[in-house]
Structure formats: structure tokens, C-alpha cells
């Protein structure tokens, strides 16, 4: 480990659904679709943390995360209003998920980590854009996948990623600590 680490909080969903997004991750000219090894629903993003403190949030993590539960992605959208910047699948509103984001959130202050404080949306990235998008394209795609849904999935743990970028591609997420989620 180094001093500093880029760390965030993550659900990883299962090969099976990772599967069927790859299938959707085309007919968009300019965008960047997200790689599969580094699909994930975020959590909680901390940033740079010190080895100290990345030590603290991972005992805060794991202390009382919860049962485990289903989860099923729905629709696609944007971020970035006219000019759109990421591409994403949500998530159908649930319950059990919106307490382990807090989870995440409490165990971050008590650790002392500061963590983004933007408001929650649950999501999972499939492409960045640049200027250089085709807006008909995108929008052809939404319109198209907007009733999308995917099979229900448990969730059992989540887990504790570091961020590592590359001169060339994507960043690389390497999962620092996993969280079981006990029960259901």
C-alpha cells in the first residue's frame, strides 16, 4: 500500500448481469463505455485517504452493514443535462440500499473520512462523453432502453475499492476489503 489511496465504496454486481449490460454497451458514436471489470454501483466515494484512515474506514465498514438484499437496475439516463457527461443504468428504489449507503456515510464520519457529499443516486456508469458525442445517437438510445430492466440480483457484500489511474485506459479498481452482508 501506498501513503495515499483513491478509495470508494462499491457494489459489484454478478457475471450474469454484468453480461447483459456489456450487450447493451453500443450504438453511440463518441462515448467511452465503461469496462466491465470496472462496472459497479458506488456507494460512497472517499478520494485520497491516507493508509491511517483507510485502515479505520475499513474497520468502520465492516462493523453492522446490514442483511443482504435484491437489487434490479431500471431505465437509463444522463448526468449532465445539455451537456451530457455520463451515461447510466439507475436502480428500481429499495430500501435496504439506501440504509447501506448511510451505513457507508456514518462509518466515514466516524473514521474521520471525508466522503462526497453530493446528493445519492444510485447508478452504475456505461459511458463517458466528451463534446464529441452524437446527441442523436444518444438519444436514440435512451429512448430506446429507457424501460430497461434487468433480472433481480442479491446482494451479500459489498466492498472497498481503490482507484489506480493509467497512462493509457481505464483506471483500475482493486478491491481493498469485502463486506458480507449477513442475513436477508
Do not use: C
Not at 19 to 34: E, F, S
Not at 112 to 130: C, D, G, N, Q
Amino acid at each position: 500500500m501506498t501513503d495515499m489511496l483513491t478509495l470508494f465504496a462499491a457494489i459489484k454486481p454478478p457475471p450474469h448481469i454484468l453480461r447483459d449490460i456489456d450487450a447493451l454497451q453500443k450504438g453511440i458514436d463518441g462515448v467511452r463505455w465503461a469496462y466491465e471489470d470496472n462496472l459497479h454501483i458506488t456507494l460512497g466515494y472517499f478520494g485520497l485517504v491516507s493508509t491511517e484512515f483507510a485502515e479505520i474506514l475499513d474497520h468502520e465498514l465492516a462493523r453492522g452493514a446490514g442483511g443482504g438484499f435484491k437489487l434490479k437496475l431500471s431505465s437509463v439516463d444522463v448526468f449532465g443535462g445539455s451537456r451530457p457527461h455520463t451515461l447510466w443504468l439507475g436502480l428500481e428504489e429499495n430500501k435496504a440500499l439506501s440504509a447501506l449507503h448511510k451505513h457507508v456515510r456514518s462509518a466515514a464520519r466516524r473514521a474521520h473520512v471525508e466522503m462526497e457529499t453530493r446528493k445519492f443516486t444510485p447508478h452504475l456508469s456505461l459511458a463517458y462523453m466528451h463534446d464529441g458525442v452524437d446527441l442523436g445517437d444518444l438519444s436514440r438510445f435512451i429512448r430506446k432502453n429507457l424501460s430497461y430492466k434487468s433480472k433481480p440480483f442479491i446482494v451479500d457484500q459489498f466492498a472497498l475499492y481503490s482507484s489506480h489511474p493509467q497512462k493509457t485506459g481505464p483506471n483500475i479498481y482493486q478491491s481493498e476489503a469485502n463486506y458480507p452482508l449477513l442475513g436477508q
